[in-house]
Protein backbone atom coordinates (compact mmCIF):
# COMPACT_ATOMS: atom_id res chain seq x y z
CA UNK A 1 0.00 0.00 0.00
CA UNK A 2 1.09 3.39 -0.26
CA UNK A 3 1.35 5.86 2.02
CA UNK A 4 1.27 9.80 0.34
CA UNK A 5 2.99 12.81 2.12
CA UNK A 6 1.25 15.93 0.83
CA UNK A 7 2.34 19.31 2.14
CA UNK A 8 3.92 22.69 1.71
CA UNK A 9 7.62 22.78 0.39
CA UNK A 10 9.65 23.00 3.00
CA UNK A 11 7.65 20.87 5.49
CA UNK A 12 10.28 17.66 5.42
CA UNK A 13 8.67 15.51 2.33
CA UNK A 14 11.57 13.98 1.51
CA UNK A 15 14.05 13.64 5.07
CA UNK A 16 10.72 12.69 6.90
CA UNK A 17 9.38 10.39 4.27
CA UNK A 18 13.19 8.35 3.87
CA UNK A 19 13.09 8.11 7.74
CA UNK A 20 10.13 6.61 7.50
CA UNK A 21 11.07 4.36 4.94
CA UNK A 22 14.01 3.01 7.03
CA UNK A 23 11.49 2.62 10.06
CA UNK A 24 9.13 0.73 8.58
CA UNK A 25 11.36 -1.48 5.97
CA UNK A 26 9.25 -0.11 2.84
CA UNK A 27 10.52 1.29 -0.51
CA UNK A 28 11.10 5.12 -0.83
CA UNK A 29 9.98 7.13 -3.54
CA UNK A 30 10.13 10.67 -4.27
CA UNK A 31 7.65 12.03 -7.06
CA UNK A 32 9.84 15.38 -7.85
CA UNK A 33 12.99 13.40 -7.87
CA UNK A 34 11.89 10.63 -10.20
CA UNK A 35 10.69 13.93 -12.84
CA UNK A 36 14.15 15.11 -12.82
CA UNK A 37 15.78 11.82 -13.34
CA UNK A 38 13.33 11.23 -16.24
CA UNK A 39 13.96 14.73 -17.83
CA UNK A 40 17.70 14.42 -16.53
CA UNK A 41 17.07 18.39 -15.52
CA UNK A 42 16.75 19.73 -12.81
CA UNK A 43 13.08 21.11 -11.84
CA UNK A 44 13.76 24.97 -12.14
CA UNK A 45 14.84 24.10 -15.88
CA UNK A 46 11.99 22.02 -16.50
CA UNK A 47 9.99 25.26 -15.08
CA UNK A 48 11.96 27.34 -17.41
CA UNK A 49 12.68 25.23 -20.14
CA UNK A 50 9.22 23.34 -20.57
CA UNK A 51 6.83 25.36 -18.52
CA UNK A 52 5.00 24.71 -14.91
CA UNK A 53 2.18 22.80 -17.22
CA UNK A 54 4.45 20.32 -18.41
CA UNK A 55 5.89 19.48 -15.02
CA UNK A 56 2.42 19.18 -13.81
CA UNK A 57 1.62 16.65 -16.29
CA UNK A 58 4.89 14.51 -15.54
CA UNK A 59 3.71 14.56 -12.31
CA UNK A 60 0.59 13.28 -12.68
CA UNK A 61 1.61 10.49 -14.75
CA UNK A 62 4.52 9.39 -12.17
CA UNK A 63 1.22 9.67 -9.23
CA UNK A 64 -0.40 6.90 -11.45
CA UNK A 65 1.57 4.64 -11.54
CA UNK A 66 2.92 5.06 -7.73
CA UNK A 67 -0.80 3.15 -6.96
CA UNK A 68 0.48 -0.16 -6.68
CA UNK A 69 3.71 0.67 -4.82
CA UNK A 70 4.18 -0.70 -0.55
CA UNK A 71 6.23 2.17 -0.48
CA UNK A 72 6.38 5.54 1.40
CA UNK A 73 5.95 8.46 -1.26
CA UNK A 74 7.35 11.98 -1.03
CA UNK A 75 5.04 14.41 -3.26
CA UNK A 76 5.60 17.89 -5.02
CA UNK A 77 4.01 21.06 -3.12
CA UNK A 78 1.68 21.33 -5.70
CA UNK A 79 0.47 18.02 -6.49
CA UNK A 80 -2.75 18.62 -4.89
CA UNK A 81 -3.72 20.89 -7.63
CA UNK A 82 -4.84 18.60 -9.71
CA UNK A 83 -8.44 17.40 -9.02
CA UNK A 84 -7.12 13.90 -10.40
CA UNK A 85 -4.45 13.80 -8.55
CA UNK A 86 -6.10 14.67 -5.31
CA UNK A 87 -8.81 11.83 -6.36
CA UNK A 88 -5.96 9.49 -6.59
CA UNK A 89 -4.52 10.66 -3.45
CA UNK A 90 -7.50 10.25 -1.43
CA UNK A 91 -7.76 6.71 -2.86
CA UNK A 92 -4.95 5.72 -0.31
CA UNK A 93 -3.16 6.62 3.10
CA UNK A 94 -2.18 10.27 2.64
CA UNK A 95 -1.12 12.65 5.25
CA UNK A 96 -0.66 16.36 4.99
CA UNK A 97 2.59 17.42 6.71
CA UNK A 98 1.10 20.87 8.28
CA UNK A 99 3.78 23.57 9.34
CA UNK A 100 2.80 26.79 10.18
CA UNK A 101 4.05 29.31 7.59
CA UNK A 102 5.94 31.32 10.48
CA UNK A 103 8.28 28.04 10.73
CA UNK A 104 7.95 27.72 6.74
CA UNK A 105 9.61 30.65 5.62
CA UNK A 106 12.45 30.38 8.24
CA UNK A 107 13.50 26.73 6.83
CA UNK A 108 12.42 26.93 3.52
CA UNK A 109 15.61 27.49 0.91
CA UNK A 110 15.05 29.15 -2.66
CA UNK A 111 17.46 26.67 -4.37
CA UNK A 112 15.53 24.73 -6.70
CA UNK A 113 12.72 25.97 -6.13
CA UNK A 114 11.40 27.52 -9.31
CA UNK A 115 7.88 29.27 -8.03
CA UNK A 116 10.05 31.23 -5.14
CA UNK A 117 12.13 32.66 -7.77
CA UNK A 118 10.99 36.27 -6.83
CA UNK A 119 11.55 35.65 -3.41
CA UNK A 120 10.46 33.56 -0.01
CA UNK A 121 7.22 36.03 0.24
CA UNK A 122 5.81 34.23 -2.39
CA UNK A 123 4.71 31.34 0.07
CA UNK A 124 2.13 33.30 1.46
CA UNK A 125 0.83 34.00 -1.60
CA UNK A 126 1.50 29.85 -2.48
CA UNK A 127 0.22 28.60 0.60
CA UNK A 128 -3.22 31.10 -0.06
CA UNK A 129 -4.00 29.42 -3.00
CA UNK A 130 -3.49 25.77 -1.95
CA UNK A 131 -4.44 25.59 2.17
CA UNK A 132 -8.03 24.79 1.26
CA UNK A 133 -7.03 21.73 -0.94
CA UNK A 134 -4.80 20.85 1.85
CA UNK A 135 -7.23 20.86 4.52
CA UNK A 136 -9.01 18.31 2.73
CA UNK A 137 -6.47 15.41 3.83
CA UNK A 138 -5.68 13.99 6.88
CA UNK A 139 -3.23 17.50 8.67
CA UNK A 140 -0.68 16.16 11.01
CA UNK A 141 0.74 19.21 13.11
CA UNK A 142 4.54 19.15 12.80
CA UNK A 143 5.13 23.02 14.36
CA UNK A 144 8.65 22.59 16.21
CA UNK A 145 9.19 19.28 15.58
CA UNK A 146 12.36 17.80 14.04
CA UNK A 147 12.48 15.04 11.64
CA UNK A 148 12.13 11.88 14.18
CA UNK A 149 9.76 13.82 16.67
CA UNK A 150 7.53 14.21 13.27
CA UNK A 151 8.31 10.85 11.96
CA UNK A 152 7.04 9.76 15.43
CA UNK A 153 3.80 11.65 15.31
CA UNK A 154 2.99 10.66 11.65
CA UNK A 155 3.51 6.89 13.02
CA UNK A 156 0.11 7.28 15.08
CA UNK A 157 -1.85 7.92 11.89
CA UNK A 158 -0.08 5.12 10.03
CA UNK A 159 0.01 1.82 11.81
CA UNK A 160 -2.43 0.11 13.59
CA UNK A 161 -2.68 -0.51 17.63
CA UNK A 162 -1.33 -3.81 18.81
CA UNK A 163 -0.49 -5.02 22.04
CA UNK A 164 0.92 -7.82 23.07
CA UNK A 165 1.20 -9.09 27.04
CA UNK A 166 5.04 -10.17 28.44
CA UNK A 167 4.25 -13.23 29.84
CA UNK A 168 6.08 -12.97 33.27
CA UNK A 169 5.12 -13.53 37.22
CA UNK A 170 6.53 -10.43 38.65
CA UNK A 171 4.91 -7.45 37.27
CA UNK A 172 2.24 -6.22 34.21
CA UNK A 173 3.94 -5.70 30.91
CA UNK A 174 2.38 -4.83 28.12
CA UNK A 175 3.93 -4.00 24.16
CA UNK A 176 1.69 -1.77 22.82
CA UNK A 177 1.68 -0.22 19.46
CA UNK A 178 0.26 3.35 19.88
CA UNK A 179 -0.56 2.79 23.50
CA UNK A 180 -0.24 6.49 24.64
CA UNK A 181 -3.50 6.82 23.38
CA UNK A 182 -5.25 5.39 26.20
CA UNK A 183 -4.24 8.56 28.23
CA UNK A 184 -6.91 10.78 26.38
CA UNK A 185 -9.24 10.52 29.22
CA UNK A 186 -6.70 10.19 32.02
CA UNK A 187 -6.41 12.27 34.99
CA UNK A 188 -3.13 12.56 37.19
CA UNK A 189 -0.90 12.21 34.07
CA UNK A 190 2.68 13.36 34.96
CA UNK A 191 5.20 13.86 32.22
CA UNK A 192 8.31 15.51 30.82
CA UNK A 193 8.11 18.68 29.19
CA UNK A 194 9.96 17.59 25.59
CA UNK A 195 7.15 14.63 25.71
CA UNK A 196 4.57 16.76 26.33
CA UNK A 197 6.02 19.00 23.47
CA UNK A 198 5.72 16.09 21.07
CA UNK A 199 3.06 14.16 21.76
CA UNK A 200 0.44 16.93 23.47
CA UNK A 201 -2.60 15.86 21.29
CA UNK A 202 -2.55 12.80 23.33
CA UNK A 203 -3.50 14.51 26.79
CA UNK A 204 -5.81 16.13 27.95
CA UNK A 205 -4.79 16.66 31.87
CA UNK A 206 -1.33 16.48 32.35
CA UNK A 207 1.51 17.98 35.02
CA UNK A 208 3.87 18.87 32.90
CA UNK A 209 8.14 18.05 34.32
CA UNK A 210 10.92 19.25 33.34
CA UNK A 211 13.66 17.02 31.09
CA UNK A 212 15.89 15.15 32.77
CA UNK A 213 17.53 13.78 36.16
CA UNK A 214 16.88 17.13 38.29
CA UNK A 215 13.34 16.59 38.55
CA UNK A 216 14.41 13.27 41.20
CA UNK A 217 14.09 15.77 43.91
CA UNK A 218 12.54 15.73 47.15
CA UNK A 219 10.89 19.73 46.40
CA UNK A 220 9.23 17.94 43.42
CA UNK A 221 7.77 15.35 45.84
CA UNK A 222 6.63 17.82 47.88
CA UNK A 223 5.07 19.90 44.94
CA UNK A 224 3.46 16.46 44.02
CA UNK A 225 1.92 15.37 47.52
CA UNK A 226 0.53 18.69 47.65
CA UNK A 227 -0.77 18.31 43.85
CA UNK A 228 -2.51 15.15 44.48
CA UNK A 229 -4.31 15.96 48.24
CA UNK A 230 -5.19 18.90 46.43
CA UNK A 231 -6.79 16.84 43.92
CA UNK A 232 -8.50 14.12 46.62
CA UNK A 233 -6.66 11.37 45.04
CA UNK A 234 -6.81 8.01 47.23
CA UNK A 235 -6.10 5.14 47.18
CA UNK A 236 -8.37 3.40 44.79
CA UNK A 237 -6.94 6.37 42.04
CA UNK A 238 -4.29 5.78 39.73
CA UNK A 239 -1.72 8.03 38.91
CA UNK A 240 0.41 7.65 35.41
CA UNK A 241 4.35 8.50 34.62
CA UNK A 242 4.85 9.30 30.84
CA UNK A 243 8.80 9.98 29.95
CA UNK A 244 11.89 8.54 30.94
CA UNK A 245 13.28 6.94 33.42
CA UNK A 246 13.61 9.90 35.73
CA UNK A 247 9.75 10.32 35.59
CA UNK A 248 8.97 6.64 36.10
CA UNK A 249 11.36 6.60 39.14
CA UNK A 250 10.00 9.84 40.48
CA UNK A 251 6.05 9.32 40.10
CA UNK A 252 7.35 5.15 41.59
CA UNK A 253 8.36 7.12 44.22
CA UNK A 254 5.38 8.73 44.95
CA UNK A 255 2.75 5.89 43.49
CA UNK A 256 5.00 3.56 46.47
CA UNK A 257 4.66 6.56 49.28
CA UNK A 258 2.03 8.55 48.96
CA UNK A 259 -1.37 7.80 51.48
CA UNK A 260 0.87 4.19 52.04
CA UNK A 261 1.07 3.41 48.52
CA UNK A 262 -1.62 4.46 45.58
CA UNK A 263 -2.12 2.76 42.24
CA UNK A 264 0.51 3.64 39.75
CA UNK A 265 1.31 2.80 36.12
CA UNK A 266 4.18 3.48 33.58
CA UNK A 267 4.34 4.86 30.16
CA UNK A 268 7.95 4.64 29.55
CA UNK A 269 9.24 6.65 26.35
CA UNK A 270 13.07 6.12 26.29
CA UNK A 271 14.27 2.91 25.19
CA UNK A 272 16.21 3.13 28.36
CA UNK A 273 13.42 3.01 30.72
CA UNK A 274 11.52 0.48 28.44
CA UNK A 275 13.79 -2.27 28.83
CA UNK A 276 15.55 -1.11 32.29
CA UNK A 277 14.26 1.85 34.82
CA UNK A 278 10.18 0.01 34.37
CA UNK A 279 11.26 -2.71 34.91
CA UNK A 280 12.03 -4.54 37.70
CA UNK A 281 9.86 -1.99 40.88
CA UNK A 282 12.94 -0.22 42.16
CA UNK A 283 11.76 3.40 42.37
CA UNK A 284 14.02 6.34 43.60
CA UNK A 285 15.09 10.02 43.82
CA UNK A 286 18.18 11.74 44.48
CA UNK A 287 19.32 13.23 47.66
CA UNK A 288 22.15 15.77 48.76
CA UNK A 289 23.50 15.40 45.05
CA UNK A 290 23.68 11.70 46.07
CA UNK A 291 21.58 9.50 42.87
CA UNK A 292 19.06 7.10 44.01
CA UNK A 293 19.64 7.16 47.58
CA UNK A 294 16.14 7.14 48.77
CA UNK A 295 13.74 4.52 47.19
CA UNK A 296 11.57 2.28 47.50
CA UNK A 297 10.63 -1.35 45.93
CA UNK A 298 7.35 -1.83 44.60
CA UNK A 299 6.11 -2.76 40.85
CA UNK A 300 3.61 -0.46 39.00
CA UNK A 301 0.24 -1.92 38.47
CA UNK A 302 1.34 -1.97 34.51
CA UNK A 303 3.85 -0.82 32.27
CA UNK A 304 2.80 -0.07 28.96
CA UNK A 305 5.53 0.05 26.78
CA UNK A 306 4.75 2.04 23.36
CA UNK A 307 7.82 1.47 20.91
CA UNK A 308 7.03 4.44 18.85
CA UNK A 309 7.83 7.09 21.30
CA UNK A 310 11.50 5.79 20.58
CA UNK A 311 11.36 7.05 17.13
CA UNK A 312 11.54 10.62 18.69
CA UNK A 313 14.30 10.62 21.06
CA UNK A 314 17.50 12.10 20.60
CA UNK A 315 20.25 10.27 18.59
CA UNK A 316 22.13 10.07 21.70
CA UNK A 317 19.73 9.07 24.45
CA UNK A 318 18.21 6.32 21.85
CA UNK A 319 22.30 4.91 21.47
CA UNK A 320 21.99 4.93 25.82
CA UNK A 321 18.85 2.95 25.48
CA UNK A 322 20.61 0.72 22.86
CA UNK A 323 23.81 0.34 25.09
CA UNK A 324 21.75 -0.90 28.16
CA UNK A 325 20.08 -3.50 25.94
CA UNK A 326 23.14 -4.88 24.83
CA UNK A 327 24.49 -5.25 28.25
CA UNK A 328 21.59 -7.18 29.38
CA UNK A 329 22.66 -9.51 26.36
CA UNK A 330 25.76 -9.64 27.20
CA UNK A 331 24.93 -11.29 30.78
CA UNK A 332 22.63 -13.42 29.29
CA UNK A 333 24.58 -14.29 26.09
CA UNK A 334 22.31 -13.93 23.24
CA UNK A 335 24.12 -11.11 21.23
CA UNK A 336 23.24 -11.65 17.65
CA UNK A 337 20.15 -9.86 17.53
CA UNK A 338 22.13 -6.47 18.14
CA UNK A 339 25.29 -7.75 16.10
CA UNK A 340 22.63 -8.90 12.58
CA UNK A 341 21.58 -5.92 12.71
CA UNK A 342 23.44 -2.36 13.27
CA UNK A 343 22.40 -0.95 10.27
CA UNK A 344 18.19 -1.01 11.42
CA UNK A 345 19.62 -0.34 15.03
CA UNK A 346 21.17 2.68 13.33
CA UNK A 347 18.21 3.57 11.04
CA UNK A 348 15.20 2.71 14.22
CA UNK A 349 14.10 0.45 12.38
CA UNK A 350 10.48 -0.26 14.35
CA UNK A 351 9.84 -3.99 13.60
CA UNK A 352 13.91 -4.67 15.08
CA UNK A 353 13.51 -2.26 18.00
CA UNK A 354 10.15 -4.36 19.02
CA UNK A 355 12.15 -7.10 18.97
CA UNK A 356 14.95 -5.53 21.11
CA UNK A 357 12.57 -4.78 23.62
CA UNK A 358 10.55 -7.75 23.82
CA UNK A 359 14.04 -9.33 24.18
CA UNK A 360 16.05 -6.99 26.80
CA UNK A 361 12.73 -6.66 28.81
CA UNK A 362 11.99 -10.57 29.29
CA UNK A 363 16.03 -11.01 30.16
CA UNK A 364 15.67 -8.17 33.12
CA UNK A 365 12.19 -9.78 34.21
CA UNK A 366 14.25 -13.15 34.55
CA UNK A 367 16.92 -11.54 36.56
CA UNK A 368 14.65 -9.26 38.89
CA UNK A 369 12.06 -12.39 39.43
CA UNK A 370 15.29 -14.24 41.15
CA UNK A 371 16.34 -11.53 42.81
CA UNK A 372 13.87 -9.15 43.81
CA UNK A 373 15.68 -7.43 46.47
CA UNK A 374 19.00 -6.68 44.86
CA UNK A 375 20.95 -9.36 46.46
CA UNK A 376 22.48 -11.79 44.35
CA UNK A 377 22.42 -11.65 40.75
CA UNK A 378 20.57 -8.45 40.12
CA UNK A 379 23.95 -7.15 40.93
CA UNK A 380 25.23 -8.33 37.42
CA UNK A 381 23.23 -5.58 36.00
CA UNK A 382 25.82 -3.08 37.32
CA UNK A 383 28.01 -4.59 34.45
CA UNK A 384 30.09 -1.17 33.44
CA UNK A 385 28.64 0.85 35.51
CA UNK A 386 31.73 0.76 38.45
CA UNK A 387 33.77 2.49 36.09
CA UNK A 388 30.84 4.02 34.21
CA UNK A 389 29.37 5.50 36.48
CA UNK A 390 32.66 7.27 37.44
CA UNK A 391 33.31 7.82 34.28
CA UNK A 392 30.03 9.85 34.07
CA UNK A 393 30.66 11.90 37.38
CA UNK A 394 34.08 13.11 36.14
CA UNK A 395 33.26 13.82 32.59
CA UNK A 396 29.59 14.96 32.83
CA UNK A 397 29.47 12.37 29.88
CA UNK A 398 25.66 10.98 29.59
CA UNK A 399 25.05 7.62 31.56
CA UNK A 400 24.36 5.26 29.02
CA UNK A 401 27.27 6.50 26.91
CA UNK A 402 29.66 6.06 29.92
CA UNK A 403 28.34 3.01 30.52
CA UNK A 404 29.41 1.65 27.27
CA UNK A 405 32.91 3.14 27.77
CA UNK A 406 32.64 1.29 31.10
CA UNK A 407 32.00 -2.43 29.34
CA UNK A 408 35.03 -1.79 27.54
CA UNK A 409 37.26 -0.90 30.60
CA UNK A 410 36.05 -3.33 32.85
CA UNK A 411 36.82 -6.05 30.19
CA UNK A 412 40.54 -4.43 29.64
CA UNK A 413 41.07 -4.14 33.29
CA UNK A 414 38.91 -7.40 34.59
CA UNK A 415 38.17 -9.58 32.13
CA UNK A 416 41.51 -11.46 32.15
CA UNK A 417 40.07 -14.83 31.13
CA UNK A 418 37.79 -13.51 28.20
CA UNK A 419 38.19 -15.33 25.06
CA UNK A 420 39.74 -12.88 22.06
CA UNK A 421 36.74 -13.43 19.56
CA UNK A 422 33.89 -12.24 22.55
CA UNK A 423 36.14 -9.29 23.55
CA UNK A 424 36.28 -8.64 19.62
CA UNK A 425 32.70 -8.97 19.40
CA UNK A 426 31.48 -6.43 22.24
CA UNK A 427 34.23 -4.36 21.24
CA UNK A 428 33.23 -3.71 17.47
CA UNK A 429 29.43 -3.76 18.34
CA UNK A 430 30.41 -0.61 20.88
CA UNK A 431 32.52 0.82 18.01
CA UNK A 432 29.97 0.92 15.13
CA UNK A 433 27.59 2.87 17.56
CA UNK A 434 29.05 4.95 19.89
CA UNK A 435 30.63 8.16 19.01
CA UNK A 436 34.75 7.21 18.97
CA UNK A 437 35.82 10.36 21.11
CA UNK A 438 33.58 8.74 23.91
CA UNK A 439 34.68 5.12 23.59
CA UNK A 440 38.07 5.64 23.66
CA UNK A 441 37.94 8.86 25.46
CA UNK A 442 42.00 8.57 27.38
CA UNK A 443 41.45 8.89 31.63
CA UNK A 444 43.80 7.91 34.34
CA UNK A 445 41.77 5.96 36.37
CA UNK A 446 43.31 7.15 39.71
CA UNK A 447 40.88 10.11 38.44
CA UNK A 448 38.18 7.72 39.08
CA UNK A 449 39.12 5.99 42.31
CA UNK A 450 37.62 8.92 43.95
CA UNK A 451 34.11 8.28 42.21
CA UNK A 452 34.52 4.74 42.44
CA UNK A 453 35.16 5.24 46.41
CA UNK A 454 31.42 6.96 46.53
CA UNK A 455 30.03 4.29 44.34
CA UNK A 456 27.54 2.33 46.69
CA UNK A 457 28.93 -1.21 45.78
CA UNK A 458 32.00 -0.67 47.42
CA UNK A 459 32.27 -3.50 50.74
CA UNK A 460 34.93 -1.82 52.57
CA UNK A 461 37.46 0.65 51.22
CA UNK A 462 39.75 -1.53 49.28
CA UNK A 463 37.21 -3.85 47.67
CA UNK A 464 34.58 -3.32 45.16
CA UNK A 465 31.89 -5.85 44.68
CA UNK A 466 32.11 -5.79 40.30
CA UNK A 467 30.24 -7.79 37.72
CA UNK A 468 33.31 -9.44 35.19
CA UNK A 469 32.54 -10.93 31.81
CA UNK A 470 34.21 -14.08 31.83
CA UNK A 471 32.89 -14.51 28.43
CA UNK A 472 29.86 -13.33 26.16
CA UNK A 473 26.68 -15.66 28.61
CA UNK A 474 28.93 -16.12 31.47
CA UNK A 475 29.32 -12.91 33.44
CA UNK A 476 29.99 -13.15 37.57
CA UNK A 477 30.11 -11.11 40.45
CA UNK A 478 33.83 -10.61 42.00
CA UNK A 479 35.24 -9.04 44.66
CA UNK A 480 38.25 -6.75 43.21
CA UNK A 481 41.30 -4.95 44.70
CA UNK A 482 40.71 -1.23 44.24
CA UNK A 483 44.39 -0.35 43.60
CA UNK A 484 44.36 -0.84 39.73
CA UNK A 485 47.57 0.59 38.71
N1 LIG B 1 14.55 2.26 38.63
C1 LIG B 1 15.44 1.60 37.93
O1 LIG B 1 15.56 0.37 38.03
C2 LIG B 1 16.30 2.35 36.96
C3 LIG B 1 17.10 1.64 36.04
C4 LIG B 1 17.85 2.38 35.14
C5 LIG B 1 17.80 3.77 35.17
N2 LIG B 1 17.02 4.41 36.07
C6 LIG B 1 16.97 5.89 36.11
O2 LIG B 1 16.50 6.33 34.85
C7 LIG B 1 16.97 7.65 34.64
C8 LIG B 1 17.46 7.78 33.21
O3 LIG B 1 16.39 7.54 32.34
P1 LIG B 1 16.35 8.11 30.84
O4 LIG B 1 17.61 7.76 30.17
O5 LIG B 1 15.07 7.66 30.25
O6 LIG B 1 16.43 9.68 31.05
P2 LIG B 1 15.35 10.87 31.09
O7 LIG B 1 14.13 10.47 31.79
O8 LIG B 1 16.09 12.03 31.62
O9 LIG B 1 15.04 11.10 29.55
C9 LIG B 1 16.05 11.60 28.71
C10 LIG B 1 15.56 12.83 27.92
O10 LIG B 1 14.70 12.37 26.90
C11 LIG B 1 13.49 13.13 26.87
N3 LIG B 1 12.48 12.21 26.35
C12 LIG B 1 11.84 11.24 27.02
N4 LIG B 1 11.08 10.52 26.18
C13 LIG B 1 11.25 11.06 24.96
C14 LIG B 1 10.73 10.75 23.69
N5 LIG B 1 9.91 9.71 23.50
N6 LIG B 1 11.09 11.50 22.64
C15 LIG B 1 11.93 12.55 22.82
N7 LIG B 1 12.48 12.89 23.99
C16 LIG B 1 12.13 12.13 25.05
C17 LIG B 1 13.31 13.58 28.28
O11 LIG B 1 12.51 14.74 28.32
C18 LIG B 1 14.75 13.83 28.71
O12 LIG B 1 15.14 15.12 28.33
C19 LIG B 1 18.05 7.91 35.68
O13 LIG B 1 17.56 8.79 36.65
C20 LIG B 1 18.31 6.54 36.29
O14 LIG B 1 18.68 6.60 37.64
C21 LIG B 1 16.27 3.73 36.96
Excluded at 345 to 366: E, F, G, M, Q
Amino acid sequence: MPIYLIGMMGSGKTTIGKILSDILNKKYIDIDEKIEKNENMKIKEIFSQKGEEYFREMESRILEKTENEDAIISTGGGIILKEKNRKILKKHKTLFLYVPMEELIKRVEVKNRPLLKEGKEKLYEIWDKRKELYEEFEKINLSNLNPYESAAKLLYSILESAQEKIDNDFQNVVLKIKGLNDLKDKNNVFVNKDVYRIYNDKFNNVYILENGEKIKKIDNVKKIYKYLIKNNVGRNDTIYAVGGGTVTDLIGYIGATFKRGIKFQFYPTTLLSQVDASIGGKNAINFEGIKNVIGTFKVPNNVIIDPLTVISQKEENYLEGIIEAFKIAIINGNVSLFLNNIEKIKKRNLNLITDIIKYAVKVKLDIVTKDPFDNDIRKLLNLGHTLGHAFESYTGISHGLSVGWGIKKEIEFFSKEIKLKDKNIIFEFLEQIMPDDVLNKKININNLLEYIFQDKKIINKNKIDIPIIKNIGNVELKSIGLFLQ
